[in-house]
């Protein structure tokens, strides 16, 4: 019993994000006083690369809205466009000029995970 509670302990720990519920992005970004301050998971696109900084959308093209969300961290230059990917991070507001001036952004505690094939 006690070997059995330490695995799951430590699975546990070993992926905490899994335990989080997926967001859109505009969910999120519509109502960000909810969310600012708190570690994310949510799914969506890469709409353009920036200079140091990628906007994720709901939608795999299109305009740039306020609505998308930049988004920093390790592993952002992997992300293709087109392809549906889940984030997780941690949601401030500051710290960052966007291009679509969105006053948030996402700063990933876990690599970006791609979804299908």
């Known amino acids: ?16 994000a899994l335990a989080l519920p997926l967001h859109r992005v505009g969910t999120v970004t519509w ?3 909810r969310y600012s301050g708190k570690v994310v998971r949510m ?7 920036e200079k140091g900084y990628i906007l994720f959308s709901d939608e795999p093209g ?4 306020s609505h998308d969300l930049p988004v920093i961290g390790t592993g952002i230059e992997t ?13 401030v507001k500051g710290g960052l000029r966007a291009a679509n001036h969105n006053p948030y952004h996402l700063k990933l ?8 094939s």
Do not use: C, N, Q, W
């Open 109 to 116: 505690t876990a690599p970006p995970h791609r979804v299908g």
């Open 1 to 16: 019993m006690k070997r059995t509670l330490l695995t799951l302990i430590a699975l546990a720990a070993a992926m905490p």
């Open 79 to 91: 992300i293709r466009p087109k392809r549906k990917y889940i984030l997780t991070g941690l949601f």
């Open 31 to 33: 109502h960000p006083t």
């Open 62 to 65: 299109g305009s740039v809205s």
């Open 43 to 49: 799914e969506g696109y890469l709409l353009r690369r």
